[in-house]
């Protein structure tokens, strides 16, 4: 008996939205190098009477997304290797709630991936290879 998934297409979704959020750290990079670059001209300045250096704010915002997107991305990358391999069914179900937090496309591929995981035929999947391990 032959069993369809689409379990295929969302390694490959989960490959491109791993990278597309791995990409959208290097906006994260272009805050904070601004960051710095308000802070020199802040110090520049002889006739600065600032209480601090706003260039601080967008340095930390700036930081704070990079660790963000760079995190999001490995493990959105991780649900792509886990789906290939049939396994981790709990992280893959965790993974797929986060990524609805993370605009249009992580609300779609979350919620067609809570879908198709809930199938029966696809956690017989996983549990097939969680008992070969």
Do not use: H, W
């Not at 190098?33 to 009477?49: C, K, R, S, V």
């Not at 709990?90 to 249009?104: E, K, Q, R, S, W």
């Amino acid at each position: 008996m032959q069993v369809y998934n689409n379990l295929g297409t969302f390694k490959i979704l989960y490959l491109v939205k791993g990278i597309l959020t791995l990409c959208f750290s290097l906006f994260f990079m272009l805050y904070a190098g601004m960051g710095f670059f308000f802070g020199a001209a802040m110090e520049l300045d002889p006739t600065n009477d600032a209480p601090f250096n706003p260039g601080i704010i967008f340095i930390i915002i700036g930081v704070i997304g990079i660790i963000f997107c760079v995190t999001l991305g490995v493990l959105t990358l991780l649900v792509s290797k886990y789906i290939k391999e049939r396994r981790n069914y709990n992280f893959i179900f965790a993974m797929a709630i986060v990524n609805c937090l993370t605009g249009v496309l992580g609300i779609l591929l979350g919620v067609f991936t809570l879908i198709e995981l809930n199938k029966i035929e696809v956690k017989q999947l996983f549990r097939k290879t969680q008992s070969i391990e």
